[in-house]
Structures are given as C-alpha cells and as structure tokens.
C-alpha cells in the first residue's frame, strides 16, 4: 500500500469524536441537560495493530482538539491531526489535517473549513456551510468548488451527534443508528453511523492513566465505552446484497461533559491508539 493511500484513509471524520430512531433532530430542549465543557485536549498517535498483507510499518502523530462555546452562542471547534506513516517503502508521508467548524446549539446552522495536506503540500480544501430547513438540510459549498445540494432533514451534524450520544448513555440505551453531515473530505459525504455503547464507568472508577487523572472535575464524572462505526452510504440495491464493512470505526471513553480520552482509530488492516497527554479546561462562558 502506497504512503497517498494512507493518508486519504487516515483523514476521515475522526473530528466527529471528539437518539436511536431515524426521526429529525428534536429542538435544543431534549438535549438541554448535556452541558458540553469548553476544553482544550491533546492525543499522542502511535501504531497499535496490524493485520493482512498490507501492514504498514508505523504511525505516529498528534492531535489538538480545541473545544469552546455555550448551548447559547453555539459551539465551535478547532482541529488538527499531523501524522506520520511509514509504509515499508523507504520513504514516510506526513499528513496535516486542519479543520474548524462552528455549529448552532439548536442543530439548525453548521459552517465548516478545513485543509489536508501531504509533506507539506496542500491536496484538498473544504469550505461550506449547511443550514436546517423544512424537510431537509442544504449544503452550500465554495470549495473545493461552488455546489449546491440537499441532504436528508434527519441527518445530524457533529456536535449534536455528540449530545445525543451522551443524552442516550444517560437514559441506558446501548445503540444508536444516525446519518451524520461533518463536511468532511470533499465536503460531499453522507455518512451512516452505528454506535455503540457499553456500561457506565461510574464516577471514581478506574483511575485513568493519561492526562484526564490530574483534572479533579472528571473524579466526579460518568464515563461510557463508546465505538462509532462510519458507512458509506450505498443505493437501496447495494445494501441488500450483504452484510456493510464499516471503512473506519473509533472508539473511546466519552465522559458526559463529552471529554474523550483513550481513543482507538480502527481501519480494516491496521488500529491506531491515541492517548490524552494534554487536558487543559477553559473557563465556562455562560449565557447572557
């Protein structure tokens, strides 16, 4: 396997980490009671697993997830991945993903940027931003060039994926189906999400042995195993004729102020580990 096709698996939505039914997104009320925490976060990658005859050699990276906002003035994101894969070749490809994105609290309004780069050279720009309206969510994109198109009006978009996601641990539910909108790649994608959810860490449990051990307000915390697998979406024809392959899948320990820690980036022939080396908290904004 070449060191380009690498690192166009290896950009996928990880920056979505960071209600089990098919039914539009409910109004900000029904998530009201998940209070997302401005933070500031960083995750060491190393290769953890390889398999087939594909190996790769060795990954090594970071990312910097810079988290902020309130459910009255929106949440915006600041995201950064830089990796460095050696696939036995003699010469390593180093990817630098950058993205930021803004989304409204009440999941009606997202706007989203981002750059991939290889060794330095830039190979794909998003810009763009989607809006929800009756009966379904339309994209506006101006890179990588102008179009325009709607998606369906139950799909959600990242951060309110994330509050769902925690609003369902809470109530004890353990699957949830969504189609999720992260503008991601080329801006055009559609992805199927399964997630999954294994039983509540409560809080004091487990001492964790990353960054997150040293911040007291997560002592107080519940924390649950949590794996999304992302589908490309297929024609009606397609997804009868057997069971899907996810093409990514991550997991990680979500607490319920939706920090992550212990993340593991799993691709059909090699598994990425990312450990919380770096957790600072920002000071809370509240609504005015």
Known sequence: MNALALVKRLVLPVAAIILATGEAPAAPSANAAVVLAPHRAVYDLKLSKTKGSRAIESVRGRILYDFSGNSCEGYALQF???????????????SDLRSTTWEDAAATSFRFNSQNLLNQAQTEAVDGHAERETGKVTVNLSKPRQ?????????????????????????????????????????????????VIGRAIPPGSKPTDDAGATVAELAKLTRWPVNISYFEQESDAAQHTG????????????????ISRALTLQYPDFTISGKLTQLDMKKDTPCK
């Open 80 to 94: 950064r991945q830089v990796s460095e894969l050696d696939s036995g070749e003699g010469k390593a490809a180093i």
């Open 243 to 258: 069971e899907q392959t996810p093409i990514y899948s991550i997991g990680f320990e979500l607490y319920e102020n939706g």
């Open 147 to 195: 179009k325009k198109f709607t998606e369906p009006v139950d799909a959600v978009f990242p951060t309110e994926h994330m509050r769902r996601i925690i609003a369902a641990a809470r109530e004890g539910k353990t699957v949830l189906e969504f189609s999720v909108y992260d503008g991601s790649e080329s801006g055009e994608k559609l992805y199927n999400t399964l997630t």
